[in-house]
């Protein structure tokens, strides 16, 4: 076709290739051509165009342009979805779908410059091309906000609340409304019951990335449902570490020292017996050697705590022991004149720290530096922590014995080595930078999908269920659980002590922030070294704390410690009384995603050899990324 002056046709189809040689303008409502339509000149379609193979001088569509291959000097479209695009203009379109986008380079020859930065932009391109083309998940959620009008089963600490606890509903709504709307606005108008509460940064979950998964497309399961069994039988396990808080791990069992009331193997027995407990057990039961630990491969095994707790770890020039600061049992609970060193036992201090007040009572330091030997030095060990502090800790110990991952390609290499990519600056940059990211990837999950209640508040359902104020559906596995009696007759309430005096955090249970990030960090670091390298001269902290002693038993292997850190970390939340077990369970796995997704991200943008970093996954198997 050659026509001399404007054309409008209502449909244009061919079964083979058009050309059209107009220098005015072309008008078509929907064109469909099995092979190539070529239009020199300018043209606007009021429906769709679908062709083999497009390429036009200037293109307007309201509709959808769909083909293999696009070629237009001007492109305004509603939707261009193709599998290769090359725009020497300017692309407008709401929507572009493309496996490579490609700009406009010199004319009549690229420059490297150029060159460069096509490459560049198609390898951004590619990577969100990637990223896009994993369909969403579901993200499902346990129930109890559609269940209960009164949202017992729900994250609500420092809104206001009736004398049982019970979350004031309008100041529900308003969070609802703000996790619904997104608006910054929204979130500034949720009413919060004490103006010393502040809900903990909810608009991080909203945030876009530029590496790695959205947060959207990343899933984690369901928590347990408030009335379940599993739920019960998780909280049980928690009032059963609040009571050993000062129970060293290397007594459990054995019924001396710090262990003498014998409350460990109360403990395995209780969690032995109930049906939902999913913790790590041997021939069916709990046994001191898994008590409050993991599944995951390497965290039964050795001592309680991780090599990485207790090794010296080198600053550069400066080496530093791992004591910390812990706390003073007996002198924190004399000040605060509390029943037990432990803080939230009293209804009323309790109920005024979930409408947001400061709590009254501090913590008493120990003037003693100590290495972390039970459940209470462990809550406070990841209680003013930097996030993913112990695996950067981790990563400098490695630095000193720990070759690379036989994956790196600079291990075979005659006359390289690697430093800003697959050497120490790689590695702890990406520790620390890829955290945030993973936090952002949890915050989503608290705030816009689970809204979880947290322990104390499950506590405080208990509490008066018990004493009769209330009837609540917590599973009698709970209810009627040694842990919670034995709680009672110490502090004089059915609440769970808390290790903090301010309880929980501002933000909701489900999942583990300490989790996600040690999940993350915990990979990442596997993928970088060798994890079957033994672990040399281990130890293991004396009886109080002041030294380190050799450990004798099986030799412990990088990958094994690396999750027990992982573990160990996650589970000093619980112990501390503010996270679940599937808090922590799940949250591993959540960060394990995340870190895999930005490892495969980054090994698109390598110009060595690369064959892929193999390593072990919390689950046990392995994965080459």
Same mark, same amino acid.
């Given at each position: ?103 406009? @380079?010199?004319?009549? #020859?690229?420059?490297? +410059? ?8 198609? =390898?951004?391109?590619? /990577? $969100? ?108 396990? @928690?009032?059963?570490? #609040?009571?050993?808080? +000062? ?8 019924? =001396?020292?710090?262990? /003498? $009331? ?112 039970? #459940? ?17 800790? $981790? ?131 596997? $993928? ?98």
């Amino acid at each position: 076709m050659n026509p001399q002056a404007d054309i409008t046709v209502n449909t244009l189809s061919s079964n083979g290739r058009t050309v059209i040689d107009n220098h005015c303008n072309l008008d078509v409502q929907a064109a469909r051509v099995r092979g190539d339509l070529r239009v020199r000149g300018a043209s606007t379609l009021t429906g769709s165009l679908t062709a083999g193979s497009t390429a036009v001088d200037s293109l307007h569509t309201t509709g959808t342009v769909s083909a293999n291959t696009l070629s237009a000097t001007n492109l305004n479209a509603n939707a261009a979805s193709v599998f290769n695009l090359t725009a020497l203009g300017t692309i407008t379109a709401d929507t572009v779908i493309a496996n490579t986008i490609r700009r406009p @380079l010199a004319v009549p #020859a690229a420059t490297p +410059d150029l060159q460069r930065q096509s490459d560049a932009y198609d =390898t951004r391109v590619n /990577s $969100a091309y990637a990223e896009y083309q994993v369909p969403l998940p579901t993200h499902s959620t346990n129930g109890d906000e559609a269940l209960y009008a009164n949202k017992i089963g729900n994250y609500s600490k420092g809104l206001a609340h009736n004398g049982l606890g019970e979350v004031d509903l309008s100041s529900y709504a308003a969070l609802i409304t703000a996790v619904t709307t997104g608006q910054p606005s929204d979130f500034d108008a949720i009413p919060m019951g004490n103006a010393h509460a502040k809900l903990t940064n909810p608009q991080a979950g909203l945030a876009f990335d530029l590496e790695g998964a959205d947060s959207w497309a990343l899933f984690e399961q369901p928590p347990p449902a408030l009335a379940s069994q599993q739920r019960a039988d998780e909280t049980v396990e @928690l009032y059963w570490q #609040a009571l050993l808080r +000062d129970v060293n791990f290397a007594d459990y069992g054995t019924g =001396t020292n710090t262990d /003498s $009331a014998g409350l460990s193997t109360l403990a395995c027995t209780e969690l032995s017996g109930l049906g939902a407990f999913n913790g790590p057990k041997v021939a069916g039961a709990v046994t001191p050697a898994t008590l409050f630990r993991s599944s995951i491969p390497g965290s039964v095994g050795g001592p309680w705590g991780s090599q990485f707790m207790y090794l010296a770890c080198p600053f550069g020039a400066v080496s530093v022991n791992q004591k910390m600061t812990t706390i003073d049992p007996v002198a924190s609970q004399a000040a605060s004149g509390l029943p037990t060193p432990d803080y939230m036992t009293n209804y009323s201090e309790w109920l005024n720290i979930e409408n947001g007040a400061a709590p009254t009572h501090s913590l008493v330091f120990d003037g003693t530096a100590r290495y972390v030997r039970n #459940a209470r030095d462990m809550a406070q060990y990841v209680h003013l922590d930097v996030l993913c502090q112990q695996f950067y800790q $981790a990563m400098l110990i490695l630095f000193t014995f720990c070759p690379f991952n036989v994956g790196n390609p600079y291990n075979t290499s005659t006359n390289q080595s690697g430093f800003g990519l697959f050497g120490n600056p790689h590695i702890s940059g990406l520790l620390p930078e890829g955290c945030y990211r993973a936090l952002c990837k949890q915050w989503f999950q608290k705030w816009f999908v689970h809204r979880c209640l947290r322990p104390e508040a499950y506590g405080g359902l208990v509490h008066n269920t018990l004493t009769g104020a209330a009837t609540y559906p917590i599973h009698p596995d709970c209810l009627t659980s040694t842990a919670v009696a034995t709680t009672f007759s110490k502090t004089g309430s059915y609440l769970l002590p808390q290790a903090y005096p301010e309880g929980s955090p501002y933000h909701p249970s489900y999942g583990s922030g300490h989790a996600t990030v040690s999940g993350f960090a915990c990979t990442i670091l596997k $993928a970088f070294f060798n994890g079957n390298t033994v672990i040399p001269s281990p130890v293991q902290p004396s009886a109080d704390g002041t030294t380190l002693v050799p450990y004798v038993g099986p030799a412990l292997t990088v990958t094994g410690e690396l999750n027990k850190l992982a573990y160990n970390v996650a589970t000093g939340r619980a112990m501390a009384g503010i996270h679940y077990r599937s808090d922590s369970d799940n949250s591993l796995l959540l960060g394990e995603a995340m870190a895999i997704a930005i490892l495969r991200d980054q090994r698109a943008t390598y110009n060595e050899n690369f064959a892929g970093f193999t390593f072990q996954k919390f689950d046990g198997t392995t994965i080459t990324v």
